[in-house]
């Protein structure tokens, strides 16, 4: 399975971006799916995650209300709109699939494939 996101770049504080994360290779239907952060001198960090049926998403508190998980089925790719970005949003965001459904839906061990990454700089 291959994972590439896209969509990061420069934004204002408080303005909008849209991730895309499209993946090939595998059954994409059946996993579920999250993205993570690391901005720099941090570890990486959870942000969001959608279960395989769409139906169950779970996100970070400092992300709640700002930002959606979805995903397309038909376009076998996952998103993640961000609204009112904020400085502290600045990171690279990596997008994750887990073919198993693990519970620990925020823990990096449960996804299997990984992308390499997109930057996201909040910035005046």
């Known amino acids: 399975v291959q994972l590439q996101a896209s969509g990061g770049g420069l934004v204002q504080p408080g303005g909008s971006l849209r991730l895309s994360c499209a993946a090939s290779?595998?059954?994409?239907?059946?996993?579920?799916m999250a993205w993570f952060r690391q901005a720099p001198g941090r570890e990486r960090e959870f942000v969001a995650s959608?279960?395989?049926?769409?139906?169950?998403?779970n996100y970070v508190d400092s992300v709640k209300a700002r930002f959606t998980i979805s995903k397309d089925d038909a376009k076998n790719t996952v998103y993640l709109q961000m609204n009112s970005l904020k400085p502290e949003d600045t990171a690279v965001y990596y997008c994750?699939?887990?073919?198993?459904?693990?519970?620990?839906?925020?823990?990096?061990?449960?996804?299997?494939?990984w992308g390499l990454g997109t930057l996201v700089t909040v910035s005046s």
């Open positions: 959608i279960s395989w049926s769409g139906a169950s998403t």
């Open positions: 290779g595998g059954t994409f239907s059946r996993y579920q």
């Open positions: 994750a699939a887990d073919p198993w459904g693990n519970s620990k839906y925020d823990t990096l061990g449960s996804y299997h494939y």
